[in-house]
Every structure is written in C-alpha cells, then in structure tokens.
T-cell receptor, first 115, second 116 residues
Framework: AQTVTQSQPEMSVQEAETVTLSCTYDTSENNYYLFWYKQPPSRQMILVIRQEAYKQQNATENRFSVNFQKAAKSFSLKISDSQLGDTAMYFC????????????FGKGTKLTVNP | EAGVVQSPRYKIIEKKQPVAFWCNPISGHNTLYWYRQNLGQGPELLIRYENEEAVDDSQLPKDRFSAERLKGVDSTLKIQPAELGDSAVYLCASSLDRTSSGNTIYFGEGSWLTVV
C-alpha cells in the first residue's frame, strides 16, 4: 500500500521569494511516480510537476522544481520567485506502474503568497 | 482541446434524496476516475474505469453509490439515498491509457455536494 504524508498544513511566503513544501511517501513498489498538484479555490486539480522514481535527475518546470531523495522517500517542491497566483492548496501524490493506476494523495499544504 | 467536464458544479440536496453527477472525459482518454474529496483532505479514489469496465471499485460504498460508463466515454456517479457524510467534492479525472508509461491524470473542476 502507498501512503503520502505532508507535514505542513499551512505555509506562507512573500511574493518573489522561494518556498519549499515537504512530502514523504512510502511504497513497496519499485516502479512508481510522484506528483505535485495545485488546487486553487475553483477545486480543479492542476498538475504542477511529475517525477519518475527510476530517474535520478530532479524534475523542473519553470519556477517549480523538486528535490527527490529516493532513499529517504522524500519529495519536496520548491517554488522560486513566488507569485500571487501560486496561492492554492498543494497536494503531493504517488502512483504505481504506468502512472495511471491510482493516485494516492497527501492531505495537502495550504500555501499563501503575500504581496 | 476541452478538458474534463463535470456537471453540475454545485448541488444542495436533503438527506435521503438521490443525486447524480455526470462526467465527460478528455477525448480519447480510455481511463476514467471518480475521486471524492472531503473538506481538508486529499482526494480518494472511488472507482476507476478502463473503457467500459470498472477495474477498481474497492473504495466505492456499494450500498448507496453506483457508477456507470456506457460506451466507454461519459460516466455517471449516483448516490441514493444521500447521507450527511456524503457532503464533499466529487472529482472526475481521465488519462490516456494505463499501459502508457508516465500517463498524466487530468481532473475536472469537481461537483460540490452539500447534503442538508
């Protein structure tokens, strides 16, 4: 069984600064995927970034990057140059095999970007 | 390209009444998911379809919940009768093909249910 833990219920950051959201996971699978989703007040889950567990290189998407520590089962999200539009709930999630089997989500971190 | 479309966006019903949610996945996506998100929690999978077949419904409360995906495209999730604890956001999602590596799951905007 997979589990995902986000230990930071809420975080805040000043506009233009950098913030890191933490996530740890547990899985018995060898082949798995990790994701960060953003959920604004509209409630639509928007994929921010994805990491394949077999890839050692950390994924990056513009201002978003991850620090994937496989041995420690840690998968943190770094947001650089934070913008007001980054204010949202952020969910860490994991899935097995091809990435479309089943997403298991953490409880989320509420991020507020202050002007 | 249109995303995952859900309706209704909001629904308020009295307990013991029935309710149904509709989902139209992204064109060409064979896999369809229904998730439930309770307040302050992450989404949890209710059911997953591969084309018309429900391949994972282990988390679906079958005494009151039902789902169908006729013709392998649109899907309907029904609750009958609704209970107060069913108040949540019901998220539909789709992905291209479970056999393709690294598939991304795309979500709709959700259907907000309030049971009073």
């Amino acid at each position: 069984a997979q589990t995902v833990t986000q230990s930071q219920p809420e975080m805040s950051v000043q506009e233009a600064e950098t913030v890191t959201l933490s996530c740890t996971y547990d899985t018995s699978e060898n082949n798995y995927y990790l994701f960060w989703y953003k959920q604004p007040p509209s409630r639509q889950m928007i994929l921010v970034i994805r990491q394949e567990a077999y890839k050692q290189q950390n994924a990056t998407e513009n201002r978003f990057s991850v620090n994937f520590q496989k041995a420690a089962k840690s998968f943190s999200l770094k947001i650089s140059d934070s913008q007001l539009g980054d204010t949202a709930m952020y969910f860490c999630a994991s899935s097995t095999q091809g990435g479309s089997e089943k997403l298991v989500f953490g409880k989320g971190t509420k991020l507020t970007v202050n002007p | 390209e249109a995303g995952v479309v859900q309706s209704p966006r909001y629904k308020i019903i009295e307990k013991k009444q029935p309710v149904a949610f509709w989902c139209n996945p992204i064109s060409g996506h064979n896999t369809l998911y229904w998730y439930r998100q309770n307040l302050g929690q992450g989404p949890e999978l209710l059911i997953r379809y591969e084309n018309e077949e429900a391949v994972d419904d282990s988390q679906l409360p079958k005494d009151r919940f039902s789902a169908e995906r006729l013709k392998g495209v649109d899907s309907t999730l029904k609750i009958q009768p609704a209970e107060l604890g069913d108040s949540a956001v019901y998220l539909c999602a789709s992905s291209l093909d479970r056999t393709s590596s690294g598939n991304t799951i795309y979500f709709g905007e959700g259907s907000w249910l309030t049971v009073v």
